[in-house]
């Protein structure tokens, strides 16, 4: 990548009294890259999300956004800027259809009144775009299966049309097929030239659809690695900051029995 990243995070710390959760991260996103935010639990990825996303401000480093030195101090900051979150637990009405679900907080107004005509269009054409099947645009969400859910939530974040999308473990708890679709999903928003940090604990789903690999322990970087040139055993090494576990046994045992 050689174009200035989209988004950067510069030496970013930040502490919850005396508990320091991150020290001095870096971090890169450029247009049209998923980078794999990865590392075990406490490892402060969640915190790491919740700084860009203006949850929690930063207590010292910098952000920057398209070269330039910002401040995100609430979710408005982040949102105005461009970027979208889609938490784990997605924040879907079930009691609501899909077109309202896509629209919440934003609905068209013509005259004062709700114009539903032109959301059901748009809500159309957006899902369309990105490949998204589902029986109807307005079918209540309690009716949709958990990899659809995961979609619209996802199809909902890009109304704002955001340059950077933090999908917060998307596949977590979906079968293969849904996980499949979603999959997909991550990679038509690449397609579009977006951002995108994942969030996940499957690294085959990381090896499945990520460029780069930032691996977090103990609240600092411990390694950054194109997905194309790393192993899976390398990056497990740097989550668990061992040399040596079961995968890399594994792996040491099969080559053993290949020669």
Request: a negative charge; hydrophobic letters at 45%; aromatic letters at 2%.
């Amino acid at each position: 990548m050689t174009s200035a990243p989209v988004l950067a995070l510069r030496g970013v710390s930040k502490r919850f009294g005396a508990v320091q959760a991150l020290t001095d991260v870096e971090l890169e996103v450029h247009a049209g890259e998923v980078v794999a935010l990865v590392g075990d639990n406490g490892a402060g990825k969640s915190t790491l999300v919740k700084t860009i996303a203006g949850v929690h401000p930063i207590d010292e480093g910098a952000i920057e956004w398209e070269g330039r030195e910002v401040h995100i101090n609430r979710p408005q900051d982040a949102q105005h800027l461009g970027v979208a979150t889609v938490y784990q637990d997605l924040a879907l009405c079930d009691n609501l259809d899909v077109v309202n679900n896509l629209f919440l907080g934003r609905e068209l107004r013509r005259r004062g009144v709700l114009d539903e005509v032109a959301m059901e269009q748009k809500s159309r054409e957006l899902l369309d775009t990105l490949s998204i099947r589902i029986p109807s645009v307005r079918i209540p969400i309690a009716s949709l299966s958990g990899g659809q859910r995961q979609v619209v939530a996802i199809a909902r974040s890009l109304i704002g049309e955001p340059k950077v999308v933090i999908l917060d473990e998307p596949t977590a708890a979906l079968g293969v097929e849904q996980t499949a679709q979603v999959l997909d999903l991550v990679e038509r928003l690449r397609e579009r030239g977006l951002g995108v940090i994942l969030i996940s604990h499957n690294m085959a789903d990381v090896r499945a659809v990520a460029d780069t690999v930032a691996v977090l322990r103990l609240g600092k970087n411990n390694g950054t690695f194109p997905v194309q040139e790393t192993t899976q055993e390398t990056i497990i090494a740097a989550i668990t900051g061992a040399t040596e576990n079961a995968v890399t046994r594994r792996a040491a045992r099969t080559a053993e029995a290949a020669k």
